[in-house]
C-alpha cells in the first residue's frame, strides 16, 4: 500500500512538515494580523480585511503547518481574471516555498475558473516582491502613478499569463475560448 493511500486510511500520522492551504476564517485574524504588520510598512487593518471579505467576490486564504499560519493571500474574482489584493509569508518564513505554494493555489484557481490571468499591484520601492513574482512567471504590464494614497508612491502591475501546461495541468483543457467567437468564426 503507498504511504499516501496508506495516510489517508490513518494507518500512517500526517506529515508534520506538511503546508495545508485553507480558506481565511475569522479567528485567522490575529496571526494575520501579525503577519501583515511584520510585512508591511503601510498595512491593512483588521477592518480592510474584514471589509474585503465581506464581498462576494473576495476570497482569503491561508498557509498553516501544525495549525500556525505563515502565510495568506486574498484575492478577488473578476469575470476573466483573478486580482491579488494582498500576499504575504511571516519573514521567518520565507524562500521556504510557501510563497510559491500560495502563487501555484492561485493559478490552479484561475485554470479551474476559466479566467485569463492573475494580476496584481506591487509597490515600486518593494524589491523582493518584484523578484518573487518574476520568479513565478509574473511580468510587469505597467506602471500605475500615484497608485498608493498612504504614501503616493507609483506601483507596478504585474500580470500572470497562462501557458498551455497550466491550462492541462489545472484547467482540464485547452486555454478557454469565447464562445461567441467560435459561431462568429463561420
Request: glycine share 6%; proline share 3%; with cysteine.
Amino acid at each position: 500500500m503507498s504511504v499516501t493511500r496508506a495516510a489517508r486510511w490513518g494507518r500512517v500520522a500526517a506529515d508534520p512538515m506538511a503546508i495545508h492551504l485553507r480558506w481565511m476564517i475569522r479567528r485567522d485574524m490575529p496571526d494575520i494580523m501579525g503577519i501583515e504588520l511584520a510585512s508591511f510598512e503601510y498595512s491593512w487593518t483588521e477592518d480592510d480585511f474584514l471589509r474585503c471579505l465581506r464581498q462576494r467576490n473576495c476570497i482569503g486564504m491561508v498557509a498553516e503547518r501544525n495549525e500556525t499560519i505563515l502565510g495568506f493571500m486574498v484575492y478577488e474574482l473578476h469575470p476573466t481574471r483573478l486580482n491579488l489584493l494582498n500576499f504575504a509569508v511571516h519573514p521567518e518564513q520565507r524562500r521556504t516555498g510557501i510563497g510559491r505554494r500560495l502563487v501555484r493555489k492561485l493559478v490552479y484557481k484561475m485554470c479551474s475558473h476559466r479566467r485569463q490571468k492573475v494580476t496584481l499591484a506591487v509597490r515600486e520601492g518593494n524589491t523582493a516582491a518584484q523578484l518573487f513574482f518574476r520568479a513565478a512567471r509574473f511580468s510587469a504590464a505597467k506602471v500605475l502613478r500615484g497608485y498608493y494614497e498612504d504614501s503616493g508612491e507609483d506601483a507596478y502591475q504585474m500580470e500572470y499569463l497562462p501557458v498551455a501546461h497550466d491550462w492541462e495541468e489545472f484547467g482540464g483543457g485547452g486555454a478557454p475560448t469565447n464562445r461567441i467567437a467560435m459561431y462568429e468564426a463561420r
